[in-house]
């Protein structure tokens, strides 16, 4: 059965922690016709040279949320009970959020992509209202970390901890979300037969969407194998006897789509986790340099979002 009219999905969020793939993910949402910001709008940069595919107004609100939760992207705020205690100190109102994001978006269906979203999704979906649905997009948490030691010298178990952190996060809060989990490998390896899978599940949800004929070979057009430059396997995790092991596991699990998500039973998060992400806090910039444009108003020095990579 068909939703009935007015219940399909205004928008599509893509989800997912840093070098994650969501850039790549948030283009193909596009090709299917949910409409990303504006151009001009648009985050690029030198690594990922086919754009961000995310909006830069709303990279700096979010990166402002976070300040005001006394919180950044690399210090994200606690999973469990501590979570509201923290999200209570933000000011910004869903009014003043609606309406820059509604500046930003002006077409329905839309497609937006922030990670920092991943760790905000409470306070969006407050804004967004109940007709959204989510894409995440899971990357192995070695591959992730070591993309971010390369490109930003992050040591790869504070990289772990903060991919452990925004995933659990992703888990607990999109309960009751249309939710489509999937993985950065089929993306990469079959680009083609991952839009397949989106588009079911966004025309399974209502969403108006572009004709089909174009987007296999658009998809695989898009997606270049090439620039992956770290490839691991769970047993690298059991091998190296990470702790994200087991949440990559729920993860795992987890994969397809669900009209309704459930929040699996999580493991507890390991201690390793806020040792690690406590050893910078939010006081504390990261080693690199960020460029001009990541410093926003309202929020400290951030990275780069991230690439494809």
């Keep these: ?22 850039s790549a993910a948030t283009r193909l949402v596009n090709v299917l016709g949910p409409a990303t910001c504006a151009p001009a709008e ?10 961000h595919f995310e909006s830069r107004t709303l990279m700096h609100l979010n ?4 300040t005001q939760m006394g919180r950044t992207w690399w210090y994200p705020p606690p999973a469990g009970d501590a979570y509201d205690a923290v999200a209570a100190r933000i000011t ?5 959020a609606r309406r820059a994001f509604r500046r930003v978006h002006r077409s329905v269906p839309w497609v937006w992509k922030d990670p920092r979203t991943s760790v905000l999704l409470p306070f969006w979906r407050g804004v967004l209202g109940h007709r959204i649905a989510a894409v995440v997009v899971v990357r192995n948490p070695l591959e992730v970390a070591v993309s971010m030691q390369r490109r930003h010298d992050v040591p790869v178990a504070f990289g772990v901890a903060l991919w452990e952190r925004y995933n659990r996060l992703i888990l607990l809060h999109s309960a009751g979300l249309p939710v489509l989990v999937t993985r950065y490998d089929d993306l990469v390896h079959d680009p083609g037969a991952w839009s397949d899978q989106a588009r079911s599940f966004l025309a399974g949800l209502g969403m108006r969407l572009a004709s089909v004929a174009e987007d296999a070979d658009t998809a695989r057009d898009f997606i270049d194998p ?16 990470d702790h994200s092991l087991a949440l990559y596991d729920v993860l795992e699990a987890a994969m397809g789509p669900s009209t309704s998500f459930q929040t ?7 201690p390793a986790v806020a040792t690690e992400l406590d050893t910078v806090g939010a006081e504390t910039e990261l080693a690199w340099h960020p460029p001009p444009w990541a410093a926003g108003p309202g929020g400290p020095p951030t990275s780069e979002t991230e690439g494809r990579t």
């Design 42 to 51: 648009m985050v690029r940069g030198p690594w990922n040279p086919s754009g």
């Design 264 to 270: 699996p039973v999580l493991p507890s998060e390991p």
């Design 92 to 96: 910004t109102t869903h009014g003043q």
């Design 226 to 241: 090439d620039l992956r430059h770290s490839t691991h396997t769970r047993a690298d995790l059991v091998e190296a006897g």
């Design 63 to 66: 990166n402002a949320l976070l």
């Design 1 to 22: 059965m068909r939703p009935l009219l007015g219940t399909s999905p205004r928008g599509v969020l893509v989800l997912g922690m840093h070098r994650s793939g969501t």
